[in-house]
């Protein structure tokens, strides 16, 4: 099969998957109790503590009640605004835009778990490659299962305990939002230290539970390969120990954690669930927990037709990539 | 322990990297000028969406400092209404036709005057568009009578309804700029309009509106107010650290956490709303039907300690509906200050009264058993109260009622279809006649029907005719006398039972402004969501002696 | 010796999740719902030897109590996805063609959904329907990544010449999977059936944090919400929010530790030299 074919495959597939997972988010949010306009109406009594007058109550149910009966116009009416990247409007904003929103949240999104992925990626990596060339020895053996046990922490209790820790007790990092609201907004240094102040401590948390994933797999990698014939002729011509680490060993290793990465690219858009509710961090995952919330359906379909899209497209990358990389891979298709 | 070195590393170099950004950070004069307001549950960005009239729960926050309703209630004062941007309001003898003065020399921020016609344009707003009566308007027609005077009408007696007009999703907007605007797409994003401040600048995380200098109502001491949002976690510590300087939040144990660190800066305020947190029966649904079964449950609510738990000793709620702290003059000399205690013995005797005995954990009467159950919203961790009650049930009665969470839109929507045993709503209104009207039996829908308010199916002639002569009168003497007429049967026939009050909460950091009304002394709450409210607060403050 | 302490550690926590709740009333006295109204938010003391919840409730007997709640929902997702994986991967693996091809289309359809967000969506409208659902729902999403590792194994197991000629005598095609294929993934099967346990619990947790949870059961996840919902972590409250979080920690470290073993056994290459340790790299199978 030709690298071209493999690709129009490949294609079709995440057409298909794009296709499935829209559809699949269709039927949920209409088949479920609890409409939006009881959330709207829940809300206001909750916030004015008394109960609403009941012309209150027809006018939120005429604007947001049941939707209407017919499934399929509404299915098609639902795929045509999506093609059009049309999101609709929010309910809990109304009648702001969704793709308003959406916009709003999603730099903060990027920044703030792109490159920590980035980081985490470099570190696991790197530290993996050292455990796994002298697996056993000692930095091994006392980093491997330390790594072990901080993979299994659940990531927000970690998040609670650095925020409680470098937040509220040492005052080190702010508490919460994603710049000095003293600051105006622009390109200037003043601002960008900001960001970066208020990005640390969410940054730091993923990188510590995110490294161990990538350390582990690079390290398992790494044994493997060191064990290779042409890692212990390299070694055998002399090349220095280092040399053959990081030239020949780590770079062959590399090629599963490398599609791992590209994977987690594509997870960044949905992965900041947890950390952006901890930090009360300005992007799209806790746009998409606030709109849960208030059943505020149009948000909540749009932010997750974004994170699909952003997967799906990491994932064909990583596919593009690994094919172009490795041949087998084409053939097996 | 390298890999742990490294991290302190890693850390230690992004600390160093912002503290030099925190000390970049421009302090002093700008700050002297602004107020700021701490949002804790606006999430962390706001978008700018001025659409008043619109039901969205999220609009841009604090609108109310721009548009202003025509009224306002004055909860120091019973919750009666009191004229705002009208200078009076008066109904004629039958209570259909209300005449609205309206105040002169109000000018909207663009230099226009507010006009009849702008109030007319405002009232029939709703009326036009049934979609937007985000206010829940009654009444049915609005005319203008000349240049300073609008007249509304209702179909019947209004007399109760009057607090529409201080509701701050009905505010008064300038015709010309609305008129042509399409409500469903319009977001408004310069707002203009009465209120003493203007938008002075829009970022999706701080708001800054800027005080004007010719509001009808006076000048104010600070310049900027600036809205933030943080977390309610977040916002405790940035009251501390005096980052903020007013925001509403339920803090328990703000006495030992907050206010005994600075007694004289840190405030922590609690306004009665009026209401209360009460359990409801559905009395459409055997065995609530029966009145000794509603007392008996009621009297073993453990109300003490569901009040300790939440940090706000004393804060029991009477077996009126009507909270003592708003309602003191309306209330019957035995109900005033009246706490229920746990009375095993009492309700033990009632269960007897009604033929009922207890086997097994369920309600036993002529051979049918019942197994309660109680709903509530989980969304605020309500199950730990509701554990409380069970727990107290059970070892007072021997009853096993089963705690059934739900999260806050499928909760509603079973009470309104009346699918419930017994549940926890927020019980109060404007008035007496707010807090009552719930109990109208013509409002009263078969279970399966959607209920829009009388959630527990309550029909009973004697409070049906109570009622009418609530709603029927504008004469404060006469008011209280059928307001107490309702307070007997609410105690005797327990349609609902009030565990505890509800509240405004009110965190205040008064190291840089001074001069806050306090709980025990206000003539206005100093809570956003009230409107005018806010407005008297800012504009009565002092700068802080440095 | 790793394997041996892991397995030490999930059969107490499994121990606690059985016969915890007789233990705490029966032994120790507790309740884990009773509320204590005169200890508020006490810590650790004679009395409650862990402390006690904004509401008066003794942590140590919650955290005994979340044990079951939490290895419940573990278990029972794990059934749920790791039977799923199978019927998916084994039968994908050992028919080929087109049966393959559809099967494993859906497998990767689910390995691309982002399936956090997913789960978080369904669980939200569920919600408040019992661990059961949470449960259900974690299975029904997480079986993609174990299904293609079988679907692998049980390929080549399939082309294996004994199983070639079985076939070619006319074995029934379910006989041999069940008799001959499966047998041999057994180990790969139970290593699945950990790490989906480990990974349940850890999901049920973040679920719960995310406020899906069942407020009428107690599990860790509960706890940490309950904690968090109360300002635990500003008041300094640790007793409240160490224990579950720890507990977790635990068993997921225990998890891991047992597969260490199970590879070191299973996959020869991470067994060049005795002296080394590792872990069997998950891709390799794929």
């Not at chain 1, 590209?262 to 900041?272: C, M, S, Y």
């Not at chain 3, 000629?165 to 993934?185: D, T």
Request: hydrophobic letters at 45%.
């Amino acid at each position: 099969m030709t690298g071209k074919r493999f690709l129009a495959r490949r294609l079709g597939f995440y057409a298909v998957a794009v296709w499935s997972a829209v559809t699949l988010n269709f039927p949920i949010p209409r088949l479920m109790p609890g409409n939006p306009s009881l959330a709207i109406i829940e809300e206001l009594e909750r916030v004015s503590g008394q109960s609403l007058p009941p012309r209150t109550l027809e006018s939120i149910q005429r604007l947001f009640g049941d939707p209407s009966a017919n499934l399929g116009a509404q299915y098609l009416e639902y795929l045509g605004q999506l093609a059009r990247l049309d999101l609709g409007v929010s309910i809990r904003n109304f009648p702001t835009p969704v793709s308003d929103l959406v916009w709003q949240g999603l730099p903060w999104t990027l920044l703030l778990v792109g490159s920590t992925t980035v980081v985490a990626f470099l570190i696991g990596t790197g530290l993996g490659v050292i455990a796994g060339w002298r697996a056993g020895g000692r930095f091994d053996s006392i980093v491997t299962p330390l790594t072990t046990f901080v993979s299994s922490v659940p990531y927000f209790w970690v998040a609670l305990l650095g925020l409680w820790a470098f937040g509220f007790v040492l005052g080190w990092f702010p508490l919460a939002g994603g710049y000095d609201p003293d600051l105006l907004v622009g390109f200037n240094a003043p601002f960008a230290l900001s960001v970066l102040h208020y990005g640390a401590l969410p940054a730091a948390t993923i990188v510590f539970s995110a490294f161990g994933g990538w350390l582990l797999g690079m390290r398992n990698m790494t044994v493997t390969t060191v064990r290779e014939d042409y890692v212990l002729l390299a070694l055998a011509k002399g090349l220095s120990p280092r040399r053959v680490m990081l030239r020949y060993a780590a770079r062959n290793a590399m090629l599963p954690n490398f599609t791992g990465f590209a994977l987690a690219l594509g997870g960044v858009v949905g992965g900041a669930l947890l950390t952006e509710i901890v930090f009360s961090y300005p992007g799209i995952g806790y746009l998409l927990y606030a709109s849960l919330q208030q059943r505020d359906y149009p948000v909540m379909q749009g932010v997750f037709f974004l994170i699909t899209l952003t997967v799906l497209l990491a994932n064909l990358a990583a596919d593009s990539v690994y094919a172009l990389l490795d041949p087998r891979v084409r053939e097996r298709a | 322990m390298a890999r742990k070195g490294l991290l302190v590393v890693v850390v230690m170099m992004l600390a160093t990297a912002c503290s030099a950004g925190g000390q970049s950070r421009p302090n002093g004069s700008a700050r002297a000028d602004t107020i700021v307001f701490g949002k804790t549950d606006g999430g962390t960005t706001y978008v700018r969406n001025y659409n008043v009239v619109g039901p969205g729960t999220q609009k841009t926050p604090n609108s109310e400092m721009i548009y202003e309703p025509l009224a306002r209630i004055d909860y120091s004062d019973g919750g009666t209404v009191k004229p705002w941007l009208a200078e009076s309001l008066e109904f004629d003898e039958k209570g259909t036709r209300l005449t609205i003065k309206v105040r002169q020399g109000v000018r909207f921020s663009d230099g226009a005057p507010l006009t009849a016609d702008d109030v007319v344009f405002s009232l029939g707003l709703p009326l036009d568009n049934p979609d937007f009566n985000l206010a829940g308007t009654t009444y049915k027609a609005v005319e203008k009578v000349d240049e300073s005077t609008v007249a509304v009408t209702f179909d019947s007696p209004g007399f109760s309804e009057v607090n529409q007009f201080a509701s701050p999703a009905l505010p008064m907007l300038p015709k010309k700029l609305w008129e042509k605007q399409d409500l469903n797409t319009w977001t408004n994003p310069d707002p203009v309009g009465t209120g003493p401040f203007v938008l002075e600048s829009f970022a999706a995380q701080q708001i800054t509106l800027r005080a004007r200098d010719d509001y009808w109502g006076g000048t104010f001491p600070m310049k900027y107010l600036k809205i933030i949002p943080t977390s309610a976690d977040a916002g405790k510590a940035q009251l501390l650290r005096g980052e903020i300087d007013w925001a509403l939040q339920a803090w328990s144990g703000a006495q030992e956490e907050y206010v005994a660190k600075d007694p004289q800066a840190h405030l922590y305020q609690m306004y009665a709303t009026g209401g209360a947190y009460s359990m409801l029966y559905n009395t459409a649904r055997p065995p609530f039907d029966d009145v000794h079964v509603r007392r008996a449950l009621a009297m073993t609510i453990p109300r003490g300690d569901i009040v300790t738990t939440l940090n706000r000793p004393g804060t029991e709620a009477g077996p009126t509906g009507l909270v003592d702290l708003v309602y003191k003059d309306w209330l019957k000399p035995e109900y005033r200050g009246k706490v229920q205690q746990v009375d095993a013995e009492g309700a033990k005797r009632e269960l007897a009264a009604g033929g009922w005995t207890v086997a097994d954990g369920k309600l036993v009467k002529d051979g049918t058993s019942y197994e309660p159950t109680i709903s509530f919203n989980q969304d605020f961790g309500w199950g730990s109260y509701a554990d409380i009650m069970v727990n107290s049930w059970k070892s007072a009665l021997g009853l096993q009622v089963k705690p059934a969470g739900a999260p806050g839109a499928n909760l509603y929507e079973s009470q309104q279809l009346g699918k419930f045993d017994l549940t926890i709503v927020a019980t109060g209104g404007a008035g007496a006649s707010g807090v009552y009207s719930m109990l109208a039996g013509r409002a009263a829908k078969p279970i399966g029907k959607k209920a829009a308010t009388n959630l527990g199916r309550w029909r009973d002639p004697a409070t049906d005719a109570a009622l009418a002569k609530l709603l029927g009168t504008s004469d404060v003497g006469r008011l209280k006398q059928y307001a107490q007429e309702m307070q007997s049967i609410v105690v005797d026939k327990v349609p609902f039972s009030p565990i505890y009050n509800s509240y405004w909460f009110v965190v205040i950091n008064a190291g840089r402004w001074t001069g806050w009304p306090t709980p025990e002394k206000f003539s206005y709450v100093p809570f956003p969501g009230l409107g005018p409210d806010s407005t008297m607060t800012l504009m009565n403050l002092k700068r802080a002696a440095q | 010796m790793k394997v041996r302490v892991g397995v030490a550690i999930i059969a107490f926590f499994a121990l606690v999740a059985i016969f915890g709740d007789w233990f705490s009333r029966a032994v120790l006295g507790l309740d884990p719902r009773a509320n204590d109204i005169q200890a508020i938010a006490q810590p650790p003391s004679g009395e409650h030897l862990l402390g006690t919840t904004q509401f008066g409730q003794d942590v140590l007997a919650q955290v005994i109590a979340g044990a079951s709640g939490s290895m419940f929902v573990g278990f029972l997702a794990a059934a749920i996805g790791t039977t799923l994986a199978v019927l998916v991967g084994a039968t994908a693996g050992y028919f080929g063609g087109g049966v393959d091809g559809a099967l494993n289309f859906l497998t990767n359809l689910f390995l691309v959904m982002p399936v956090l967000p997913l789960i978080f969506i369904v669980a939200g409208y569920l919600q408040g329907t019992g661990l059961w659902t949470i449960a259900l729902i974690i299975g029904l999403f997480g079986w993609a990544g174990g299904a293609r590792t079988l679907r692998a194994q049980a390929m080549s197991v399939a082309g294996r010449d004994f199983v070639r000629a079985m076939r070619l005598l006319g074995e029934s095609n379910r006989r041999l999977i069940f008799a001959e294929v499966l047998p041999h993934l057994t180990g790969l099967i139970a290593s699945m059936f950990l790490h989906a346990m480990i990974g349940a619990v850890l999901a049920e947790a973040g679920l719960a944090f995310l406020g899906i949870s069942d407020s009428g059961a107690i599990s860790w996840g509960t706890m940490i919400q309950s904690a968090q919902q109360q300002s635990a972590v500003l008041r300094g409250l640790w007793w409240w929010f160490v224990p579950p979080g720890l507990c977790i920690a635990l068993i997921g470290t225990a998890a891991a530790l047992v597969n260490f073993g199970v590879d070191e056994v299973a996959n020869p290459k991470l067994r060049v030299t005795r002296t080394q340790r590792g872990r069997m790299v998950r891709s390799q199978a794929a």
